[in-house]
């Protein structure tokens, strides 16, 4: 769309030098709201009750930026709460969150929004402009320790103007198409929202930068209020976090695409270390729903009495979400793996077919490529992942110098250095998968070892670079997302860059890539990139889950059809959060239980978005 300006754009562009500079409103802007998609919630939803779940691992931090955020619970407080507007779940139109509408200048890299007014933080705190203001200087302060989105904030965002206490413009620091610029302000895990200035008020008078000094120490407990419908109402350390809605009259309420959701009234996540046992207490009735996406759960432990008795329900739903970057990264800053030879023949000796075929049942998709898939234009196209060939696995070792067969069958160089690399990991269940691995690499005079770092802890494990192979899959946005990933700025510790790459020439790419307005363009440029990472050999490429498999007592109620295109989890407060608790139907399940009453087994398969 065109924008008509009645002065010079020019003035425009001065006033957004100064951030806190009240500036005149472009006069004649486009302003968009798209309210007339489909509804995609059910109004026959009930609000109230708990939802009682669990989690493997008490967080390091109930921060939402800085060290060990990312393995915490930082979705409650950033990822899964409104932004400025998000894509609507099956027609991928832009739809009002915190905004209530948006326009577009001429200038291609910003972007108008009219606040909701009656937005607050679950505090009670209204949500203004100058949340917003802060948010920039929160987020390029050097106290939250946090490179990526110090850099985010500095070298992607240029600024941020006030008009009015709820009119604000975000300007890119390059050319963006409109798409673009809403997918890089709205995206869930940027942090492009309005951050509480009442809450994260230094304590003292002497901080420069208006954060406070010690804020990473300060606020590492500390749950911090949120514009979405739920916050941190109680913590016990170790054992349990409880999340309380705000209530029904939760500003949110007045957008119709928000009306029928979030519908229970609490969440209580208990700390429960070991899957097992988890399930034994959901199958006993004290947990609600229990995820089922393994093989050996869907296919062998859900055929136990409850199921058959009908008082605990499964459901199979299919989704078209974007595949993040994951498989078998590696940290080419440890010995022998910065050796592109090392890499390409651990590549060819790593059978995730077979792992997927014998271990994994044939449930899994093999991703094409280690930095994701579902991209469109930005992808490879055709491309598919290296297959198993552990002979010209030995032959790329044997270029590296292991031309010597040790007396266990693991080759060895002239130093006498085995070939011999740990794989790290955090989840229990992908044992007997690495185990698999293990023993196929045999074949190549390969050695994996088994490094199972516990629940949150592995991911700080790799953050810091200690790991020489991470088994380890990431989230990912419709436009891929390589700087953390690749550029030699972030091979350093606390950044997402796990294989620790450093090239002149991956760097350059990247740099044209963030700079490339057009999208075709930045699509050949991206082809560059995937290119390069395959031939390279830093990550070999995992697998992909295009679904979710839940199991839930009979209680829990969804829309008919209960997925959309991009429903992650069926019974989560931070996805879409279309279902809610029958109570009615609780107190006759629990009394039919008393009295040895059943019900018709029910095995919900929703394929409405299977590819």
């Keep these: 769309m065109n924008m008509k300006f009645t002065f010079p754009a020019l003035a425009v562009m001065a006033a957004l030098t100064h951030s806190a500079y009240a500036a005149d409103l472009p006069a004649d802007l486009e302003w968009i709201s798209n309210m007339n998609e489909p509804l995609f919630a059910s109004p026959e939803a009930k609000f109230g009750g708990t939802l009682r779940t669990y989690m493997a691992s008490f967080p390091q931090t109930l921060r939402s930026v800085g060290p060990d955020a990312n393995s915490g619970l930082r979705h409650y407080f950033m990822d899964g709460v409104p932004k400025l507007a998000a894509r609507h779940p099956n027609t991928g139109k832009w739809i009002p969150q915190l905004a209530e509408s948006w326009a577009f200048d001429e200038d291609n890299q910003t972007v108008y929004f009219k606040l909701n007014p009656k937005a607050k933080w679950s505090d009670g705190e209204k949500v203004t402009a100058d949340d917003y203001l802060f948010m920039l200087k929160y987020y390029r302060s050097k106290d939250i320790i946090d490179p990526w989105y110090n850099d985010f904030f500095t070298e992607k965002i240029e600024d941020v103007v006030k008009f009015d206490e709820y009119t604000i413009a975000i300007k890119s620091a390059v050319k963006k198409s409109h798409d673009e610029l809403m997918v890089q302000i709205n995206l869930p895990s940027n942090g492009l929202q309005p951050r509480p200035e009442h809450f994260f008020k230094p304590q003292k008078d002497d901080n420069k930068d208006g954060i406070d000094d010690n804020f990473v120490r300060r606020y590492n407990f500390k749950g911090e209020p949120t514009t979405g419908p739920y916050f941190m109402d109680k913590v016990e350390k170790g054992k349990s976090v409880t999340f309380k809605h705000v209530g029904q ?29 988890a399930m034994k207490h959901f199958e006993k009735g004290n947990l609600d729903v229990f995820g089922v996406i393994l093989p050996n759960l869907w296919h062998d432990k859900t055929n136990t009495q409850p199921y058959k008795d009908g008082y605990i329900d499964k459901f199979w739903g299919y989704n078209q979400v974007v595949q993040g970057a994951g498989g078998l990264w590696m940290n080419t800053a440890q010995p022998l793996l910065n050796d592109r030879n090392v890499r390409a023949g651990i590549t060819y000796a790593t059978d995730f077919d077979g792992m997927i075929s014998n271990v994994l049942r044939g449930d899994y998709v093999r991703k094409p490529h280690g930095l994701g898939s579902g991209h469109g234009g930005y992808d490879l196209p055709d491309v598919k992942a290296p297959k198993f060939d552990p ?13 010597q067969i040790g007396p266990d069958g693991i080759r060895m160089n002239s130093k ?14 992908n044992t007997p998968r690495i185990a698999y691995l293990k023993e196929q690499a045999k074949q190549a005079g390969l050695e994996f070892t088994l490094n199972l770092v516990d629940g949150s802890s592995a991911f700080k494990y790799v953050l810091e670079k200690k790991h020489q192979l991470a088994f380890l899959t990431m989230g990912g946005g419709e436009i891929p997302a390589y700087w953390e990933y690749l550029h030699s700025d972030n091979a350093k510790p606390q950044t997402n860059n796990h294989t620790n790459y450093q090239s002149p020439e991956m760097d350059k790419l990247i740099n044209a890539y963030l700079a490339e307005f057009d999208v075709a363009k930045k699509q050949d440029i991206s082809h560059d990139i995937l290119k390069k990472v395959s031939d390279e050999f830093l990550i070999v490429p995992g697998y992909m889950v295009p679904y979710t498999r839940e199991a839930y007592w009979r209680w829990m109620k969804y829309p008919m059809p209960g997925m959309t295109k991009q429903t992650e989890v069926m019974f989560s407060v931070v996805d879409l959060a279309t279902f809610w608790i029958d109570e009615k139907v609780k107190k006759e399940t629990l009394a039919a239980m008393d009295k040895g009453q059943t019900f018709d087994p029910v095995t919900v398969i929703d394929d409405t978005y299977k590819l």
């Design 416 to 429: 006498g250095e085995r070939l011999s690399f740990g794989i790290t990991y955090g989840y229990q269940p």
């Design 249 to 277: 009259d939760w500003w949110g309420y007045g957008n119709p695409y928000y009306q029928h959701r979030y519908n229970v009234e609490r969440v209580r996540i208990t700390v429960i270390r070991d899957s097992d046992i």
């Design 391 to 403: 002979e010209l696995a030995a032959k790329y070792f044997e270029q590296a110098g292991f031309t």
